[in-house]
């Protein structure tokens, strides 16, 4: 009975390939989307092997706990003072610089914080589920989807922000109406038999709230799903809200980009519940550090990674001490630098492998995290988390997702672009974004201006240990350089989210791809 | 400045009635669908005046506070040894007793726990959520919908459960394609100009999922909404999961009773975020009693409630000791018992109210909670939160929404169901029903015998204080009883969730019933 999952499932694996141990995966209760199969089981047979780790993010992190349990010498060299990388929190009096020299200072109130990068997990992510449950790691839901959220388009309704709770619903009802009428008119009769047609009729009804002549039209049905504009206590009555007219809100939907609609409530990645960790999104990234005491250099600038048969040596210097060249020396070298600052190191690895870094471009984003004296958008407009979307330049407004309800100064997101407005706001100062951030979302929230307090922003690709956000692979990418890039290429391979293809932009990526590389790893030291 | 909302909106509706109110309050940026304006400023002209409030629950509490605020004396005659009432928390140790004798105790491990009635409030509750503020009552997302839940009839995919995360996405993708088809084939001519139609196609692809040709299927775009089936990191690629066919998806919408998948995902009421207080949900209540500081005597079974032109009398006995009447005196009485147990008391009142109290029947329903020595829904089924529906007599399996990814036991809501299976399962001895949440949730999850430890349930129609769950008021029966149930008779008036017709069913409807309720007797006492 001491047989573990993921030891079962190797074995299931191994007797009888992929699909098999796909499908025994599903029988044991896996959720799918995730190859996570539990932690890894490597025995003690690293002992006396060295491995340099370069990078302190989630993914070199979770390389250094797996090698360390199973007993090889790790050390870590990290660029920044910190732990995480873009896994990154940052709180008030915490300093930081951008390429071109402006060094931030933020002056969040204690407790307030703001996650640059990843700010959540699906609760299909395994891999981090599991790493956060093992270290204790305590975490919350995040409120993905607010219906009190806006959707804002200059042009639909006039400019008015609407509500997620009317768009969304009428959007629904109107397609549930439409294709109940079709229905009715026999033009769908090639697709659905008459029973299927009743069957569907029955069911759009309830899903929509139609009404009982399947109308989506103002009245008990529709306001059960889109809510009531006031209630009579006197009375003992509610008044019904009337639906959108359907064209406005198509309009309203294309001029958003729909992203905001679609993409919140439906995409599997975002499906609800998501999580964070208690405190900041960092707290992952800490947690596995005190795993490791003693593994990390900071403030340790790579310049160079070279290798021969029997090992790689890694030219690094102080950040405070530029100029000054050490080496460090190890038999494996696992490298999670983003590309866009490996493709500019010294390294010494294969055409293919080199070709690979420099294809894979990274996404350009930025994040404006305002202060205000209160968190005047629960109070006043009832939004307890999730966002609020315009097609103005600052495209998101993201609401706190913790410390609901508090007493107190809050700190919202008041900017998250990428693309285009994320190049203009990035090519400002630190204070023109934030001044930019208030006066755009003052059309959303008229009581910014009163109640701001302060700011502070993260352009990604101005950030000296990323230049970006996130790796973008495309299918003819994938084809052409991932074998490369992913192989163990002489003594050096490649790992976290730059090479994660299939969970790209996620943390999970970035965990999965440093198990999958110790693993492979540990079979040619086994096997040598 | 100093002028508050409250007395804004009073103003305004004085001056120029309801609708320029409603108006004001949409434009100081209130959610409509509570009236809640703020907290009550009554001054102290209650000063002398006594109230006596039968019940301790959130109604009779939020009075207290109120009147005690304004300088009233008052006192409150509860019949449990608790606060709370229906907004209850069964706790490791907890000892209750049903209609019939049969006493439970809850044997829970310490940090767990069951709220047999209201588990969670919406974020437009506005009242709620300011008394939590205001009292520092902390508060969590109540994880609604969790997209890995199980929809499961006993015949639609042969008796298979299946994801949320399938069904959902599936049912709307079939949905758009339908309807893009349709007003393809010009059957919606009459309804839609073709730019309309235009625009309904382009944004129904993005909405669902649909591939270039606006066809739902197996691809990229489908397995965004609905996820992969695996995840190849060796090739850095994910296999799209196939859509499941339609006719079978409505089958098992209608078998579910569709409540399911629509309810949760839709209904105003339950649309995302919710919110639960850090602890269990008495927090509340007990917060509220901490404010009206000796004003609570407890087991205390009121037989009844008596009045003359100058005030009430009330007859008790204390449930310990029964057979021994003794008599309280007040100015006023607000008598927040439900219903059913009022319509059983020495009530001396018109009529009309009493025909009120007698006409209005209250909802039955069972809760049955177990624990088991692993969250395994989440380790291994990934179902953090949310919901599984099912046909069978349990109806719904609730998993617990805090404590996420906590080693150690866990307790989740094996069975909560209104109506027929609510009657034959509070039919049941306590030990019997926990026998068959176990054996019925072996269906959804076969871990349940391994790993069951013990397990509490509440019937509530057999709750001696309530004798159900919640008043259940028709169109019909709110004309011809509303007025009378809610005037003030002579020196008593009713207050609570039995008389929030508009808002029934939530905490949010107790506590505007009795802010409404105060601020009416309080009018009267001024006036006087």
């Known amino acids: 009975m001491s047989i573990t999952r993921r030891k079962l499932l190797s074995m299931i694996g191994a007797a009888s390939g992929g699909a098999a141990m796909y499908h025994a995966m599903t029988t044991l209760g896996h959720a799918a989307e995730s190859p996570y199969a539990g932690p890894l089981e490597l025995g003690d047979a690293g002992k006396g092997t060295s ?310 471009p990274f996404a350009t984003a930025v994040k404006v995290a305002l202060q205000f004296k209160r968190r005047f958008w629960e109070q006043d407009d009832g939004i307890y988390g999730g966002f609020s979307h315009t097609q103005l330049p600052i495209r998101t407004i993201s609401y706190p997702t913790h410390g609901f309800n508090k007493a107190g100064p809050g700190v919202l997101y008041g900017a998250f672009m990428f693309g285009a407005y994320s190049y203009e706001f990035a090519g400002m100062s630190a204070a023109e974004r934030v001044k930019k951030a208030v006066e755009y979302g003052a059309q959303i929230h008229p009581q910014y201006p009163a109640e701001f307090q302060n700011g502070v922003s993260v352009a990604w690709h101005r950030q000296p240990f990323s230049l970006g956000c996130t790796a973008r692979w495309t299918p003819e990418k994938r084809v052409e350089h991932y074998q490369n890039t992913r192989a163990i290429d002489g003594r050096i391979v490649l790992a976290g989210e730059s090479v994660a293809a299939a969970v790209g932009g996620w943390q999970e990526g970035a965990i999965l791809s440093a198990l999958d590389v110790v693993e492979r790893i540990h079979k040619r030291v086994v096997a040598a």
Not at 225 to 254: I, N
């Open 51 to 360: 491995v340099l780790i370069i990078g302190a993010g989630l993914a070199g992190l979770t390389a250094a706990m797996e090698l360390r349990k199973a007993g090889y010498k790790v050390q870590i060299l990290e660029y920044n003072a910190r732990v995480g990388g873009r896994s990154w929190t940052i709180r008030g009096g915490d300093r930081f610089t951008e390429l071109g020299g402006e060094t931030q200072t933020c002056e969040f109130a204690p407790g307030e914080f703001m996650n640059p990068g990843p700010w959540r997990f699906a609760h299909h992510h395994r891999a981090i589920l599991d790493y956060c449950r093992r270290l204790g790691v305590e975490i919350q839901p995040f409120v993905e989807v607010n219906y009190n959220g806006y959707l804002h388009s200059r042009t639909a309704f006039g400019g008015k922000p609407q509500r997620l709770a009317h768009v969304i619903p009428d959007l629904q009802g109107h397609v549930a109406e439409l294709l109940s009428k079709a229905s009715q008119q026999h033009a769908l009769d090639e697709e659905l038999t008459a029973a299927d047609a009743d069957m569907l009729r029955e069911v759009l009804k309830i899903w929509a709230g139609l009404d009982s002549n399947s109308r989506y039209t103002l009245g008990a049905e529709s306001a059960k799903m889109r809510g009531y504009d006031s209630m009579d206590l006197s009375a003992g009555t509610r008044t019904a809200s009337a639906p959108l007219p359907l064209r406005e809100v198509l309009k309203l939907c294309l001029d958003s980009d729909i992203w905001a609609i679609s993409n919140h409530s439906g995409y599997r990645d975002l499906q609800n519940p998501l999580f964070h960790p208690v405190g900041g999104m960092d707290m992952i990234a800490r947690a596995m550090a005190k795993q490791v005491p003693g593994a990390i250099r900071f403030n340790t600038k790579v310049t160079a990674i070279h290798q021969n048969d029997s090992g790689v040596t890694v030219t690094y210097e102080d950040t405070a001490r530029p100029g000054r060249p050490q080496q460090a020396k190890a038999q494996w070298c696992i490298c999670t630098v983003p590309f866009p600052i490996l493709s500019q190191m010294d390294l010494q690895v294969s055409p293919g492998m080199l070709a690979g870094i420099n294809a894979i």
